[in-house]
Each structure stands twice: as C-alpha cells, then as structure tokens.
C-alpha cells in the first residue's frame, strides 16, 4: 500500500499538461466519433451513443455496440475522456480483463475522474462513463468565498503541481468566482511524508495561522517557499504562533484530512472537487469552468 501510495504521489505531484476529463459538449464529441442522430440517440454504424447533459456539457455518456468491435468501443471509451492515445492499450485491456467481468454487470473505476458500468454479454457491450462523485468528505474548516458551489482542494505545500494550482489558476479563480459570490474553496491537507519530508511541518505552520487569521495569506507563501518562520515574521504573527507548531491536536486535525483523502482513495495532490465531482483536468480553466457551471446546476 505504501509503494502504491509512493507512486501515485509522485506521478500526480508532477505537473502534467491537461488530462483526460470527462466535460465537453455532445457536440465536440458528436464532431470527433462521426455520429449522425437518430430519434433521442446518436448512431455510429450499429452503436448507439446516449447522453446526460448538466449545464451543456457531457455528464454520463452510454455507449451500446457489438461485443465484437473492441477496437470501435475502445476508441469511442477514450473520446469519452477526450483522449485516443492509448485505445491500443485499452482494447486489450478489454479483451482480456472486462471480458471476465462481462457476465458481473461490475461497476469499477478505471480513473479517479469518472466511473463506469460495464455490461458485456453475447449480444452486446454496454459501457457508461460518468462523471465521479464523492460526498462523504467530511468536514470544511477552511473556507473562502462567501456563497456559490465548493471547491475543494486537497493539496500538499511541498508539491510543485500543488504550487502550480495555488499560483496560477488559483489567482484566477479567484478574481472570476470567489470574488464574484460564483465559487467557495476549501483547502484540506493531503500529502505523502514519505517522499516529502517538509508537508506536514508546513501543513501544521499553515493551520497555526488560521488561528493568527490569515491562512489565505500565509498558505500562499507557503506554496512559494516553505519558510515557515520567515512567512511568519513578514505577517506580524503573534507569540503563540510558535507555541501552536507543537500543540498535538494541530497535527490530529492536519490528520484527519489526510486520513479522509486516503480512506476514498484520492489519487494524490493535488485532487481537486468542484460541488461532489472530481477534476482531474485541474491545470485546464476551461474544463474548470466548465465543472462549476455542471455544479452550479446540480446544486439547485
């Protein structure tokens, strides 16, 4: 479990360009698989692709075709998650491992951003792709923004994909949703000691300046440089700052996210929520935007 946990970190703490997401129009999709309408559906030769829509963009995606075309199926799969590099791996992948579940109807999350039904019998192979949901996340304690959807964002201090969220969409998001009364954000810690020493130090500094009331502040500093006194000092925080550092229920509340995070089995850092769905396109404004608008929807 902890060499599983080793690598997810530290794949997922490398900055990655944009990621297969499930949070386009039908019409992209439409476009790029060929599919011409037929009644309430969508017809690719013998295959019939249906969708769930919230706010205009692609919520759960069904695909029926014959058992036989895996390499159609695999193809339309990874258009599904807006990606065609690797259909080669998923055909096979189809061939040997979804065909000894066919006869289950087994549900299984081949991502950390979407899940999928799978149904694979004689006479067909029925797949769904959707979106994925997570609720039971426990408690927010530190939020900002006043009204709109939650995001929340399960994050390391001593990530470089954590720093480039914090430094660069963040800013963003900020300035078009939070302040705006569109978008809250919850920060919660997540990270893997094993590979970074200085996240849990850092993670107890940035919960003391909560109680100097100025998190926002001090946590973006943080996620520049991880000079916990130095950041201190330019905020003016007051004595018991340093008393906080050593204060043993600090560390149970850090804690306690980041036993949250692993119980659900959040892929690393950082894992990004907006409303219940995963983001894993997190670095991409447009499928953000386009995962609070589906929120934003889903909340009324």
């Not at 698989?33 to 829509?53: L, N, Y």
């Not at 990874?78 to 061939?95: A, G, H, P, R, T």
């Not at 995001?151 to 969409?169: D, E, H, I, N, Y």
């Amino acid at each position: 479990m902890k060499k599983l946990l080793f690598i997810l970190f530290a794949l997922n703490c490398l900055l990655p360009p944009a990621q297969a997401q499930i949070a386009f129009t039908p019409a992209e999709f439409i476009q790029k698989i060929g599919a011409k309408k037929v009644g309430s559906d969508w017809k690719v030769g013998q295959a019939i692709i249906r969708f769930e829509t919230l706010a205009g963009y692609a919520y759960k995606i069904e695909y029926i075709g014959s058992p036989t075309d895996t390499r159609f199926a695999a193809k339309a799969f990874f258009l599904m998650m807006n990606n065609i590099s690797s259909v080669d791996v998923l055909e096979k992948e189809m061939k040997t491992d979804w065909i000894k579940k066919k006869d289950l109807g087994t549900f299984f999350s081949p991502g950390s951003s979407y899940d999928a039904e799978v149904d694979w019998s004689s006479s067909r192979l029925r797949f769904k792709v959707m979106a994925r949901e997570i609720t039971n996340l426990g408690q927010d304690r530190l939020i900002f923004g006043s009204s709109g959807v939650l995001m929340r964002v399960f994050s390391s201090f001593q990530c470089p994909g954590c720093k480039a969220f914090l430094t660069k969409v963040l800013p963003y998001l900020t300035q078009n949703y939070i302040n705006t009364g569109k978008l809250r954000y919850s920060y919660r810690h997540y990270f893997a000691s094993s590979i970074h020493s200085q996240a849990l130090p850092a993670a107890i500094a940035a919960e003391c300046s909560a109680r100097q009331n100025k998190f926002w502040e001090y946590h973006l500093l943080l996620a520049q440089s991880l000079e916990i006194m130095v950041h201190a000092k330019a905020l003016k925080f007051n004595s018991s700052f340093q008393k906080c550092l050593s204060d043993p229920t600090i560390k149970q509340i850090v804690m306690s996210d980041f036993q949250i995070a692993s119980a659900l089995g959040l892929p690393g850092t950082p894992t990004v929520l907006i409303g219940p769905f995963v983001v894993k396109s997190k670095y991409d404004i447009r499928v953000v935007e386009a995962f609070i608008k589906m929120a934003q929807v889903l909340r009324k």
